[in-house]
Structures are given as structure tokens and as C-alpha cells.
């Protein structure tokens, strides 16, 4: 036991500012709360009130990046305030992919149950916050937020992923999105889609391993699109079910044929691909 308390002890010693999980989560709850009244615990009905839970954010934001320089080496105040200067940015973005899944589903009855109770809401808010400190050069923090979105929703976008506008998640679980994956505007995806890599190996880490996904294209449930150099051309279709791992032509359709087995016949399963043009 002695052992173990030596041992335990020095990994706290070496990690004395750690953000905690909770922490990093009250901070996304509340910033999306702001965002959005139909998520938030209490109305903020006075401007007054908006801008004292934006200063209070803020504050909350900059302590945590102060406390936890060593893992971005950057102003944590200056880092802050530049997050909240283009969160309204973040804001129209959300509100479009709100749409996009309002438009893309016929069970939705309004944009309020779309922010309510649809767990794409929640997967793709998270990504837009996590995105943007991303791209200011913090990495854990955001890693943290999107696995928040993950443990909730079963839907794991990697806070590096490019998405473009009215991104359309529909159902979600099992919804995987790599880190170096590019997706153009006006894109739908079902549940149980991968958008991979080809290769898992440690040297690859610099690399574009995930695949590049352009504007106005479906996926449709169980497909499985993987490598950096797969890119999938503007207005097509994914079938269910696919395997993907070279470039689709723009207006393309590619589905998954399963064939009746037959002892006597040599035919197998085929993929087949259509041009829409």
C-alpha cells in the first residue's frame, strides 16, 4: 500500500492543474445554454444579464487556460477573449446546422425539438466550441469537450475535422468523424457512419488520413469511407452499408447489392456505382 501512495501521490505532484472533466463540462453546459434559451437551466431576459454570463464565461475560460499553460504555452486572457470574439461566428454556424436538421427530417416538428432532444444538436454544438479553441493551438480542452458530446451521444467528431456549413446529422450513434476529415456545406449523415483512416500507424499522425467529403453529399447508415486521399464528389449518395476507400465522382451513387447465396453459383455480393448526371 505504501508503494501504491508513493506512486499515486507523485502523479498528482506532476499534474497539479489538470482541468478537470467536470469542470471542462459545467463550462460547455453553460456556454450552450447561453447560446441557446431552449438548452439553458435559467432565462436571461435583460441584455444586462446576457452580458454579465458572457464576462462570467469568459473569466471561467481564462482561469482554466491560465491554470493550464503548460499544455498551449499561450496567453490564457488573450486566448479567451479571442474565443468569445468569434463566437458569434460559432453561433450562426450552430444555428444553420439547426436548420439543416430541422429541413432534413420530416419527424421534426420544430427547431426547438431539434435543440431539445436531438443528440446531433448537442454532438455538432460541441465540435463548433471544441473547433474553435482547437484552432487557436489548445488541444486537450477540446479533446475534452467533443468526448463530453461522445459519452452522451454516441457520436465522436474529432474537434480537428473541417466542417462546412448546415452540417446534418440525423440519428447519430455510432457516428465516427477523424481528425483530419474535410466536410463541405450542406452534407447528411446517418448513424453508424465511420469517416477513417486507412492507417493507424504513429508516423502517420502529420499525415491527412481521413477522407474528404464534398458539398451536398449523403451517407446513409453503415458506411464506412476511409483514407486521406478518398474523396467523395459533390451531390452524391453513400448507400448503407458500403466500404469506401477510393475517390466517388461528383453525382455519383454507390450501393451495397446483396445477392441470394447459392451453392451452385459463383456470383457474390457487388457494390455498384451510378452516375446521377
Known amino acids: 500500500m505504501n508503494s501504491l501512495v508513493k506512486k499515486l501521490s507523485k502523479s498528482h505532484q506532476d499534474c497539479p492543474e489538470c482541468p478537470s472533466p467536470r469542470v471542462i463540462q ?6 450552450l445554454g447561453l447560446l441557446f434559451p431552449d438548452y439553458a437551466p435559467e432565462l436571461l431576459k435583460e441584455e444586462a ?10 473569466f471561467q475560460l481564462s482561469r482554466i487556460l ?4 503548460h499544455l498551449h504555452g499561450k496567453d490564457g486572457n488573450a486566448l479567451a477573449e479571442d474565443f468569445f ?10 444555428k444553420k446546422d439547426v436548420q439543416a436538421m430541422f429541413d432534413g427530417d420530416p419527424a421534426a416538428k420544430s427547431l426547438t425539438e431539434i435543440v431539445r432532444c436531438y443528440p446531433g444538436f448537442f454532438a455538432i454544438a460541441a465540435y463548433r466550441v471544441a473547433n474553435l479553441l482547437y484552432n487557436s493551438g489548445v488541444y486537450l480542452i477540446p479533446r475534452m469537450i467533443t468526448e463530453y458530446a461522445h459519452s452522451r451521444t454516441g457520436i465522436d467528431i474529432h474537434p480537428g475535422a ?7 446529422i440525423d440519428h447519430g450513434t455510432g457516428i465516427v468523424i477523424g481528425e483530419t476529415t474535410v466536410i463541405g456545406n450542406g452534407v447528411k449523415i446517418y448513424q453508424g457512419v465511420t469517416l477513417g483512416a486507412l492507417s493507424v500507424d504513429k508516423e502517420d499522425a502529420d499525415k491527412k488520413r481521413h477522407p474528404t467529403i464534398e458539398d451536398h453529399v449523403v451517407i446513409y ?3 464506412t469511407i476511409l483514407g486521406g486521399n478518398t474523396v467523395i464528389g459533390a451531390n452524391s449518395v453513400i448507400g448503407g452499408n458500403v466500404w469506401v476507400t477510393k475517390s466517388i465522382a461528383p453525382n455519383s451513387k454507390i450501393y451495397y ?13 457487388t457494390y455498384i456505382i451510378r452516375s446521377q448526371g
Request: proline share 2%; aromatic share 12%.
Open 49 to 58: 444579464q446576457v452580458e454579465a454570463k458572457i464576462e462570467e464565461l469568459k
Open 162 to 168: 473541417s466542417i462546412g456549413e448546415h452540417f446534418c
Open 26 to 31: 459545467q463550462f460547455f453546459d453553460n456556454l
Open 85 to 94: 470574439y468569434h463566437l458569434e461566428d460559432v453561433y450562426e454556424l450552430i
Open 221 to 223: 447508415a453503415g458506411a
Open 66 to 69: 491560465i491554470k493550464n499553460k
Open 257 to 269: 447489392q446483396a445477392k441470394m447465396y447459392n451453392p451452385d453459383s459463383e456470383q457474390t455480393d
